[in-house]
């Protein structure tokens, strides 16, 4: 009898001597995304497991212990808090807040507005300025938002997809006017538009012409932006949009794939365009599903850079990215709960070797985040990184029966999920038949309906619940002048400048959308020029349309 | 017998979240209402005019965006101006306590925030529908 025959005898006999079924808790024992958990694991659950094939060390292929040789030893993750509100001054207050409270990147959170390419003063921008996040219609408020801020000192994320080809502009300008060369300034673009049409709905335009502005992205930052991340590739919004995390794992990574496949079509060598892809996951509350997914993640991606798309660099290889606790896990009931789910889901993220974090603040069911609730979120991630002792050793996770076990089936459940897509015709195919928003919006009603016949539980939701209580935290308001102030300055702008100027650059533009050339260069142009995002953008409407979608729940 | 009560289900404004909105609707079709769902990026326009092509009995509006005080008014406004002033208008999505009073002002009924449950957002609509004059129609 072998080592592993000999175990499950041994726990066969187990279970018949103390019968741990029997007593058992009448709950669900599952993961959140619904995948059962056995009562125990043991080293059968990873009988074959190599750890030289599937584990690796640090810093090397297939990097399922991390990215870096020396993970934390060397530098702890970027303390990176997504923020934004009210105009470009209000959040520059804000990014000097949380710099002196030790946060140690930069990130945008830009209004919906811009994210959706209009400016501030467009009727469909009513209502909405200065709301959900900062007003930028230009490089003056790019300008403004960066004041006293070093651009060759600090990396800044931009969460800003359809339109990021022009507030990656605003920001080599920005740099530029700091004497910040564009091969100094570092940072991201989230710039994923695939994940748009399936999760976050922040599109303009359609899938093709979208899919080319992202490839002149890539060319022109392998050339003149060369520590700038091109694409965060995001499984962050399909996982709040109500997805498992093994759906969130097989779309977000089948999106990487596409975005690889464009970029070798589009001419460019993977090698030098790999390097600068990133990476952007949720941590949602199940703990060990969480730390297994982030494991497979790097896995898989290792495997395909190497195998199916040749690339030889292994920083071509290398999964890194970004994690941001999840949203859709807090509640509005008994908001300071919160903390306390923040910090177990940025746990997770660490202990799976996440390269930068967004802790979420308590009161972000009600609003934007006070800048009491956003400290405390901070410290969450600065008591991980100096009291809990989690960051003094590079994956310590590896090894346990179950998370190994986890890491291995949510591998297989990505697989199952890309031989479908494949099956589709690949991810766009897949897009235009509704596969992703399908499965997304059946597993959001699903766990709706576990959470609504009580076998799931959200405390203080539908357990532990308080009649009448009264919120007694501090909530932000936007102040309803923000919108009117920001639409005198658009207004302002434009009648200050140079509009002959904009006009030649904005017809430079045009032509150049209509042909092939990379699209950054006018893009940058008519930003030196302070033509608005606005502007810019019906420039590229014109050309290239705009994405309609199909409704379907 | 009962006809189905017909629901719009609409998200104003730019917010693309529309988890919450999916979810009721699958709900509502679930509790045997006849529903609706506009998609997203819809003005008021837009929507009082779906309201009044598809004859609804009751209007859901979901705003996560902040922008609720300046949309949800506007819808009711431009129902009212088609000459529709008897539908049921509901809100959700993320609308402070404090909005809520001054929303109700303004003709949207009933909000229903981050956990509330389908089945009461299904069974207010049912108890209205039968109480008004829009069940004998």
Known sequence: ?553 | MERKVRVLVAKPGLDGHDRGAKVVASALRDAGMEVIYTGLHQTPEMIAEAAVQEDVDVVGLSILSGAHMTLFPRVVQLLKAKGVDDVLVVGGGIIPEADVKELAKAGVARVFGPGSPTTEIAAYIRDWFKSSERASV
């Open chain 1, 1 to 553: 009898m072998d080592v592993y025959e000999k175990i499950r005898e041994a726990e066969k006999k187990w279970r018949e001597r103390c019968k741990p079924a029997a007593t058992q808790r009448d709950a669900l024992f599952e993961t959140i995304s619904g995948d059962p958990v056995k009562d125990l694991y043991t080293p059968c659950d990873i009988e074959g497991l190599d750890y030289g094939r599937d584990l690796g060390f640090p810093g090397e292929y297939p990097f399922t212990r991390g990215v870096r040789n020396n993970m934390y030893r060397g530098r702890l993750w970027t303390m990176r808090q997504f923020s934004g509100f009210g105009t470009a001054m209000d959040t520059n207050q804000r990014y000097h807040f949380l710099l002196d409270r030790g946060q140690t990147g930069l990130s945008v959170a830009f209004h919906l507005p811009t994210i959706m390419g209009y400016d501030s003063d467009h009727p469909r921008s009513i209502g909405e300025v200065g709301r959900c996040g900062v007003a930028i219609d230009s490089l003056e408020d790019m300008q403004v938002l960066f004041d006293k801020i070093p651009l060759d000192k600090v990396s800044t994320s931009m969460t800003i997809n359809a339109p990021a080809s022009i507030l990656l502009a605003f920001y080599i300008c920005v740099g530029e006017k700091q004497g910040v060369s564009s091969d100094r300034i570092s940072g991201t673009i989230q710039n994923d538009i695939l994940k748009e049409y399936i999760a976050q709905k922040s599109w303009i335009f359609p899938p093709e012409p979208s899919m080319r502005i992202i490839t002149d992205i890539m060319g022109f930052c392998a050339d003149h932006v060369p520590k700038w991340n091109t694409i965060s590739i995001s499984g962050y919004h399909i996982r709040e949009a109500g997805s498992t995390a093994a759906q969130e794992l097989a779309f977000t990574l089948a999106d990487g794939f596409a975005y690889v496949e464009a970029g070798i079509k589009a001419g460019l060598d993977v090698d030098r365009f790999a390097p600068r892809l990133s990476y952007f996951f949720n941590a949602h509350l199940d703990f060990f599903e969480e730390i297994a997914k982030y494991r497979a993640a790097r896995r898989i991606w290792a495997r395909e850079m190497k195998e199916k798309y040749g690339a030889k660099k292994p920083e071509s290889w290398l999964l890194r990215f970004h994690t941001q606790t999840a949203g859709c896990s807090l509640t509005a009931q008994q908001p300071e709960n919160n903390i306390v789910r923040t910090a177990y889901e940025a746990l997770s993220a660490v202990l799976g070797g996440t390269q930068s974090l967004h802790t979420n603040s308590m009161d972000e069911t009600l609003a934007l985040p006070s800048e009491k609730a956003v400290q405390i979120a901070l410290r969450t991630q600065q008591i991980i990184a100096c009291e809990t002792g989690v960051a003094n050793t590079i994956d310590p996770l590896a090894g346990s029966y179950f998370v190994e076990a986890l890491t291995n089936r949510l591998e297989k459940e990505a697989y199952d999920y890309f031989e479908r897509i494949e099956s589709m015709g690949g991810v766009v195919k897949a897009i235009d038949r509704g596969f992703f928003q399908k499965e997304i919006s059946d597993a959001a009603y699903a766990y709706q309906k576990k959470i609504e016949q009580g076998k799931a539980v959200v405390v203080g939701v539908n357990e532990y619940v308080i009649e009448d209580e009264k919120i007694e935290i501090p909530i932000l308001k936007i102040d309803p002048e923000v919108e009117r102030i920001q639409v005198e300055r658009v207004k302002a702008l434009r009648a200050r400048r140079d509009n002959d100027l904009v006009k030649r650059r904005l017809e430079v533009l045009k032509n150049a959308a209509g042909g092939s050339d990379n699209l950054m260069p006018p893009i940058v142009e008519a930003a030196r020029a302070y033509a608005t995002l606005g502007e810019m953008v019906d420039v590229l409407k014109g050309v290239f349309g705009e994405y309609k979608e199909r409704p379907i729940f």
